[in-house]
């Protein structure tokens, strides 16, 4: 049975988030998110700050140094700082993402190295690179199509291996000083078995960040296009086995909670957006009262209300989930094809409570609109991740390697 009751550790780093989001990244976005420059928006204060208060290393396990933190405790604390600033919020939940991937399959010796120069550094940052201009989504399904998606090259020659390709959209792009890079190992072969991950610098010769996009939204963080041109990474460097990518991947997005916590962020705009609404509808005069008296606006708050708490739900018992032998691979997904669609359509009811005054630069809202349309396609694409969901009501997927493993391991009662 799902416990939502939170440990008094939780409700601090709760409290610590929440203070955080408040007085350091809301006052922090609000000039960021006008620099005409996407490549000078973001700001290391907010980063230098919050690693002092333990968020960036969150989720590293305590005797490296870090909190610990499972996906329950990550999920909630990336609503919260999504609530001052979704695209700082990425920052750190990419790194958090990242730093659960290293833990649970980097090996000891890579861990040891690792993870102390990472605590150490309040300005480390982590990206994941897995988008290319021919390849995105796509690879979240089993699509096995032999040579196609994915087509970073990563070549071994002796104890090296050399890297070559571009990946595009990437979080953190830039800013990171290490990425965790999918390429393929087997050009010809099935993404199930030919792609292979690896630890790259961002200092490592031949690294380069070729462009850092303008966006819509979430204008508080860098994406970027990265080039590989014959970058050499050391066999010690491989993250994983040699093909396993594509199971580290769905793990990713399954056990070590990617979707759970991507659908928990963006949540985080739509509870501002909720919560300035109601505060205007209380300060905003109209008719000889404030429109809080109005009962379509007062209908309107209550199922913005509604909306926020089912997907706040759904998204905590994903998040209780994950790892589970019995977890359904569907709601981690779904979970956040949900959230993301709450906050948009919640950001669009917030617009006609506001009218006028909501689209009007000087005011807050806008900017939750453009950031919350971002997740329609952040960590997956909502469509692409309803068809994954949709594919496990055919169980067992042979196509998909945890999935079958998950299921034989709850048949055995393990």
């Known amino acids: 049975m799902v416990d939502f009751l939170l440990t008094p550790r939780q409700e601090e780093l709760r409290s610590i988030a929440k203070k955080f989001a408040i007085e350091v990244m809301i006052p922090s976005a609000e000039k960021a998110d006008r620099e005409p420059d996407p490549a000078k928006s973001f700001d290391w204060n907010v980063v230098r700050e919050g690693s002092r208060l333990g ?14 933190a499972n996906v329950e405790t990550a999920a909630m604390i990336g609503e919260q700082l999504a609530y001052g600033d979704l695209g700082m919020a990425v920052a750190f939940d990419q790194t958090w993402k990242i ?18 120069l990472i605590v150490e550094d309040d300005t480390c940052l982590m990206g994941i690179c897995s988008t290319e201009p021919t390849a995105g989504s796509e690879n979240i399904l089993p ?31 830039g800013l990171a000083k290490y990425y965790m890079v999918r390429t393929r190992n087997d050009p010809d072969g099935p993404l199930r078995t030919s792609l292979t991950s690896f630890m790259v610098s961002a200092d490592a010769p ?46 990713f997005l399954l056990g070590y909670g990617s979707n759970i916590q991507a659908g928990a962020t963006v949540l985080g705009v739509a509870q501002r957006a909720y919560d300035l609404s109601v505060q205007y509808a209380f300060e905003r ?10 009962q379509i606006q ?15 739900a759904y998204i905590m018992q994903s998040a209780w989930s994950a790892g589970r032998p019995d977890q359904d691979p569907m709601h981690a997904s779904l979970c956040k094809v949900f959230a993301s669609e709450v906050a948009v359509h919640v950001c669009q009811q917030a617009l006609e409570l506001w009218a006028a005054a909501g689209y009007m630069r000087k005011n807050p809202l806008e900017k939750l609109i453009r950031d919350a349309q971002s997740f329609l396609h952040s960590d997956g694409t909502n469509d692409v991740l309803a068809l994954k969901a949709g594919n496990y009501l055919m169980k067992p997927d042979p196509s998909d390697l945890v999935y079958s493993k998950r299921a034989a391991e709850a048949a055995a009662g393990r």
């Open 99 to 116: 730093l659960t991937a290293v833990c649970r399959v980097a090996n000891d010796a890579q861990r040891k190295r690792w993870l102390p």
């Open 206 to 251: 031949g690294f380069e960040v070729t462009e850092v996009w303008d966006k819509l939204g979430q204008r508080c963080v860098q994406n970027g296009t990265l080039q590989f041109t014959n970058v050499e990474v050391p066999d010690s460097d491989r993250v994983g086995e040699v093909g396993n990518a594509a199971q580290i991947g769905t793990e």
């Open 298 to 312: 007062r209908t309107r708050l209550a199922r913005m209300a509604m909306q926020i708490t089912a997907a706040r």
């Open 285 to 294: 005069e109209q008719a000889g009262g404030p429109i809080i008296n109005h």
């Open 55 to 68: 968020l960036r290393t969150l989720t590293i396990p305590k005797e490296f140094g870090g909190e610990g």
């Open 143 to 173: 699509y096995q199509e032999p040579g196609k998606g994915m087509q970073m090259r990563a070549e071994k020659k002796g104890d090296v291996w050399v890297l070559n390709g571009t990946k595009r959209y990437i979080s953190n792009g």
